[in-house]
């Protein structure tokens, strides 16, 4: 059975950074995509980015493009979000998640999540 495992997050000043990870245990798919996606209180889910095992594909919301970078360590089973020039509004608590079809942005095609990361940006 796959499982996802976030850590990383914390508080941290507008303007600062912070790197997620997303370690990936278990029996594990040849190929498959993982994605980014993020809840503040009172919202709906929020695709983040997302990236294929493979790394030939990557793709961000418009939001975060230029300041959130994804990339994968495959000898560790781990797939990382680099954030940077954080923002307020980039609060919520951060998941990442599996599937073996595609990359997508709908976090209802997704199979498999993790427990979450709090991630605070402080003004």
């Known amino acids: 059975q796959v499982q996802l495992v976030e850590s990383g997050g914390g508080l941290v000043q507008a303007g600062g950074s912070l790197r997620l990870s997303c370690l990936t245990s278990?029996?594990?798919?040849?190929?498959?995509?993982m994605g980014w996606f993020r809840q503040a209180p009172g919202k709906e889910r929020q695709f983040v980015a997302a990236?294929?095992?493979?790394?030939?594909?990557?793709y961000y919301a418009d939001s975060v493009k230029g300041r959130f970078t994804n990339s994968s360590d495959n000898a560790r089973n781990t797939v990382y979000l680099q954030m940077s020039s954080l923002k307020p509004e980039d609060t919520a608590v951060y998941y990442c998640?599996?599937?073996?079809?595609?990359?997508?942005?709908?976090?209802?095609?997704?199979?498999?999540w993790g427990q979450g990361t709090q991630v605070t940006v402080s003004s």
């Open positions: 998640a599996q599937n073996s079809r595609s990359v997508m942005t709908d976090y209802r095609g997704y199979d498999i």
């Open positions: 278990g029996r594990t798919l040849s190929t498959f995509f």
């Open positions: 990236i294929s095992w493979s790394r030939d594909i990557s």
